[in-house]
């Protein structure tokens, strides 16, 4: 039996072949992920929030009245952080809607005819943060596992009236973990 | 010297034929079929359940999901996780689940020095659209707990991207009364690379 070699007349072959198979290659090679790689990672915690004091009535107001006449208590409205961790919390309000009997509603925003909105602080009485009719606003951060903890709302009244129809609104706290950010 | 010069030649070739790697561009209309899925569940507390069985509860309160070669897209058949939300009332009950805005507002690239936390930005509200609940009102007897699964579908891109995303999905019982209600939300975290 005799060895065959692979002498350079052999070469002259395979290189040209060993070309044609990389670049025919390179493009399914650049195609392989085809699919996203997903992973989930979920915190085994529960959110829990829950409130005593649910409601808040300012009777009759005149037009222009706000805080340092309608509301003279602080800490009057509540929450309990009855999850597992600490959370934040955020408020927000659907504007106003006239109540059975009415026909007209006001406008939510600062002051004007026929507009008002509502006002809040943490604790301190000043009343100095707008109550978003869309847009949830941090309410009070970092409340820790099984704490309650407490706030203040108020009326910023319109300047004028046009009716004297009753007006409401919901108030919506929303508890989220804490976030470090 | 000529077998050096096809030599040069093939290395050459190879070289270029490395730097151009087409873009994957999947067709508009379809989704990648296969998908690497890694669930981690959320353990549950049974002691606190059960000692917590009139009050109501979500969990679990933050999922994170990582998506590598985002830009391919996610299918939302396995992407996202099931929401478990409790009636602790004594009354069946509907809830509403809404898709809202996280509460931090980061602004892209923001953060904090040493970097030790990631930053998420907001989800944009234009890409809402990627998250899809199964059951948006979903109906509860009292002191019952229900799963609602919460897909999260990330259309394909033509070009790779990254980014981190928060959003939150608010739970909050229709029927409550007074004019303070109250709410719990869980917090996803998308981290797209």
């Given amino acids: 039996m005799t060895k065959r070699r692979l002498g350079l007349g052999g070469l002259k072959y395979l290189l040209p072949l060993l070309v044609i198979l990389a670049i025919a290659l390179t493009p399914l090679m650049a195609l392989g992920d085809t699919a996203a790689t997903v992973?989930?990672?979920a915190t085994p915690i529960y959110i829990a929030i829950s409130n005593v004091n649910n409601t808040f009535d300012f009777g009759t107001v005149a037009a222009g009245d706000d805080n340092s006449t309608l509301n003279t208590t602080t800490d009057w409205l509540d929450f309990t952080n009855d999850g597992t961790v600490a959370?934040?919390?955020t408020i927000v309000c659907d504007n106003w809607t006239y109540v059975a009997g009415g026909s007209s509603s006001?406008?939510?925003?600062?002051?004007?005819?026929?507009?008002?909105?509502?006002?809040?602080?943490?604790?301190?009485?000043?009343?100095d943060t707008v109550v978003d009719g869309t847009t949830?606003?941090?309410?009070?951060?970092?409340?820790?596992?099984?704490?309650?903890?407490?706030?203040?709302v108020g009326l910023d009244a319109p300047t004028s009236f046009t009716h004297g129809d009753e007006q409401y609104t919901t108030l919506t706290i929303t508890a989220?973990?804490?976030?470090?950010? | 010297m000529r077998w050096l010069i096809i030599s040069l030649l093939a290395i050459v070739l190879v070289l270029v034929g490395c730097g151009q790697q087409p873009a994957y561009n999947p067709p508009a209309d379809t989704q990648p079929t296969a998908n690497n899925y890694t669930d981690i569940p959320s353990t549950t507390d049974e002691d606190w359940e059960a000692?917590?069985?009139?009050?109501?509860?979500?969990?679990?309160?933050?999922?994170?999901?990582t998506v590598i070669n985002a830009h391919l897209g996610t299918p939302a058949s396995n992407t996202g996780y099931s929401l478990r939300i409790h009636n602790g009332?004594?009354?069946?009950?509907t809830f509403r689940i809404t898709v809202t805005a996280p509460n931090t507002q980061q602004l892209p690239g923001y953060g904090d020095f040493p970097c030790t936390n990631p930053v998420y930005e907001p989800l944009p509200p234009e890409h809402y659209s990627w998250i899809h609940i199964t059951n948006p009102t979903p109906f509860?007897?009292?002191?019952?707990t229900k799963e609602v699964w919460i897909g999260f579908n990330i259309p394909a891109r033509d070009k790779p991207w990254s980014n981190r995303y928060e959003v939150q999905t608010r739970v909050q019982e229709a029927g409550q009364a007074g004019p303070v209600v109250t709410a719990t939300a869980t917090r996803w975290q998308l981290d797209l690379q």
Avoid: C, R
């Fill in chain 1, 106 to 127: 006001w406008t939510y925003g600062a002051p004007a005819e026929d507009t008002g909105q509502l006002v809040y602080s943490a604790g301190t009485g000043a009343y």
């Fill in chain 1, 39 to 41: 992973t989930i990672n």
């Fill in chain 1, 176 to 181: 989220s973990e804490h976030s470090a950010d």
């Fill in chain 2, 140 to 144: 509860l007897l009292a002191k019952e």
């Fill in chain 1, 136 to 152: 949830p606003s941090t309410l009070i951060d970092d409340v820790a596992a099984d704490a309650t903890d407490y706030f203040e």
């Fill in chain 1, 87 to 89: 959370i934040d919390t």
């Fill in chain 2, 89 to 93: 009332g004594d009354y069946a009950t």
């Fill in chain 2, 51 to 65: 000692n917590h069985q009139n009050i109501n509860w979500i969990s679990p309160g933050k999922v994170t999901i």
